[in-house]
Structures are given as C-alpha cells and as structure tokens.
C-alpha cells in the first residue's frame, strides 16, 4: 500500500515495533498474516486520519474498543473520525478494534495488550462482566483513563461514562406507548442476550415507568439468545402467538432485528399499533420513512465521542476541570424531523 508515513508513526498507529512494521512492508517474511493486517490497517487509519497527522503539538494516542454489531462499530467509528479534527487543544489519533460479541477472554485480551502498549485513552463499549471490569482495573493502574461509552461498567474504575441516559430512554419509551395504546393492549419487549448495562437500564426504566402510569398493563420480554434474524422472526411469531393482546414493541436492541420483528407481525397477520426503537442506522431509518416504526430515540454519537476526547485531556490535564459523565438528551425522532446527517448518511 502506498503511502508517505514515516516507519515510525506507521508502528505508533500499529502499536507494534518499528522493526517489525520494517518487515512487513518490505516483505521480508517471517510475520503472521494477522501482523501484517494490522499493519496495513494502520496505514488505511493513518489516511483516513491525515489531517490530524499534520497538526503539531501534544499527540495523544486514543483506543476504541468496541463489541457491537459491524454496523454500530461503523457509526461509532465514523462518528470519531468526524469529530478528530474538532477537538483541540490537543492532536488525536485513534487506534480501532473492533469486534461483534468476542469471547469475553479475547475481549480482555486487547484491553491487557492496550496496557502493556500504552496508551492516553481507552473509549469501551463491552458487557459489563467481571473479567472485563478487572481489565479495566489494570488499565486504571498504569494510569490510561477508561471513558465507557453508550453502555456502562458503573463498578469498574473507569473515569466517567458518555452516551444516551439510557433509564430517561426506557421511561420515555413508555410514556410514549401508553399515549398510543389502548388500556388492554400488552407491549412485547425485544432484546439480545449478553450483559450489556446500557440495554439493562433501558428495560428497568421502561418497566418503572409503565406500572407508573399503567400499572395494569402487561409488559412480555423476549430475550433473542442468537443475534440472528430468522431466529427473532420465529421467536415473535411464537410470542404474539402465545400472546393475543400483543400490539405494540419497545426494542431495546442497539442496532438491528426490528426488520425481523415487523416481517413476524405481518406473518401473524397481526397490526402492530406502535414501535418504538433505537437509534437512527439505515435498517431503522428505512423502516421509520415507510412508517413501520413509530419513533426512533436517537442521540447524537458523534457528540459522545468529542466528549469522551475532552475527559481523557481532562484526566491528563490538558484540560482544566475534572472528567466526569455526561448523559446525552434522549431524541424522539419521527419521519418529519430527521437530522440532516441521517440522511446524508443513507
């Protein structure tokens, strides 16, 4: 791959030596193919990032470490990448792994790689698992400050959390299905599997709220073990099966399966009277346009991520003022006030 990067910013980008980036790129072998991926994955980072590779002053390298489908990892990182000119005083370069639910050993074991490297920042988004929180523990120990992202580890040693106050997300959720829905009517309530808090939070504040203001409705959870769409087909077919009062969803999923979900009421032959879902990607955004969706609750990520670079400056003192969290305003987005990036995203 071409490129004008001297050996030394290529290994930095990398986190590998310069001897061995020397070696990939003159082909000398004796490299796994894995090295040599991430080597020319850092050249394609280094591209993408040339603008912030020509500023001067105090560089601080930032890791995104993200488990999440490939199409929210692409958002996210998208989204970083957009704001990386932005952030001032200091100059940004991010190094990504990303990655769609990895063991949680294979998960730690990049976290434990970024301590050994070093590194002035580490943006997660990952379950919140005991192994995954004591990983935390030992990047806190060699003083890289962890800032989670759209879902917490609140146990862990990270210094603050940025993204969607996920409880006010739930809640609303359920304020807005009760306006819609009948007295009789039951809410099916979508979600993966795994420990992720952000998906948690929702659940609980959408539960709290609709015995609030609807204490007699009926609230049925569907846990989707597989991550795969035909499977959640069948699940809510056999959910609105079992359930004749079913006619309306709240999906607590980050990202995808609400296809699925509408394709099942239409299996049944069944209305579906309101769906609230999350966050803005292009399956969402398709179904909100044909009107398959009620609303989607959107915040605005790139947001998220500029704030998550001032906390790690802030942790460094590169910023005055100590890094703290910050909840990003819950969204309702409908077909008629879609953010102009969604669109030009699509």
């Not at 590194?119 to 523990?137: F, M, N, T, Y």
């Not at 989707?224 to 079992?242: H, T």
Request: overall charge neutral; hydrophobic content about 45%.
């Amino acid at each position: 791959m071409p490129h004008p990067y001297p050996i030394r910013e290529i290994a930095r980008q990398a986190g590998l030596s310069e001897a061995t980036v020397d070696r990939v790129l003159n082909r000398r072998g004796g490299v796994r193919q894995s090295t040599v991926d991430e080597v020319h994955r850092a050249i394609a980072d280094l591209h993408r990032q040339r603008s912030q590779v020509r500023l001067t002053g105090r560089t601080f390298f930032l890791d995104l470490v993200v488990d999440a489908p490939a199409r929210f990892s692409s958002a996210v990182r998208a989204a970083l990448e957009s704001q990386l000119p932005l952030v001032r005083p200091a100059t940004f370069r991010a190094r990504f792994h990303l990655a769609e639910a990895p063991p949680v050993p294979e998960l730690v074991a990049t976290l434990d790689g970024i301590a050994r490297r070093g590194s002035q920042g580490v943006v997660l988004k990952a379950p919140d698992h005991p192994q995954v929180v004591a990983a935390v523990e030992r990047l806190a120990e060699t003083g890289i400050p962890v800032v989670t992202l759209v879902t917490d580890l609140p146990t862990s040693r990270r210094v603050a959390y940025v993204g969607l106050d996920n409880r006010a997300a739930g809640a609303t959720a359920a304020y807005l299905l009760d306006q819609w829905l009948p007295d009789d009517a039951a809410v099916l309530v979508t979600r993966g599997t795994g420990s992720f808090r952000g998906e948690d939070d929702r659940e609980m504040g959408f539960r709290a709220t609709l015995r609030q203001v609807r204490p007699g409705r009926q609230q049925v959870d569907l846990v989707d073990p597989s991550g795969d769409d035909a499977v959640l087909r069948g699940l809510v077919r056999d959910a609105l099966a079992a359930h004749p009062a079913i006619a309306a969803v709240y999906s607590l999923y980050a990202t995808g399966g609400n296809a699925a979900t509408v394709a099942a009421f239409a299996d049944a032959g069944r209305a579906c009277r309101a769906f609230v879902a999350h966050d803005l990607d292009a399956e969402n955004l398709a179904l909100l346009q044909e009107g398959r969706l009620s609303v989607v609750l959107h915040h605005e990520l790139a947001l998220d991520l500029r704030r998550a670079c001032h906390v790690v400056m802030q942790a460094h003192g590169a910023l005055p003022g100590s890094p703290r969290s910050w909840h990003s305003g819950v969204q309702v987005i409908t077909p008629y006030n879609l953010p102009s990036e969604a669109l030009t995203a699509s």
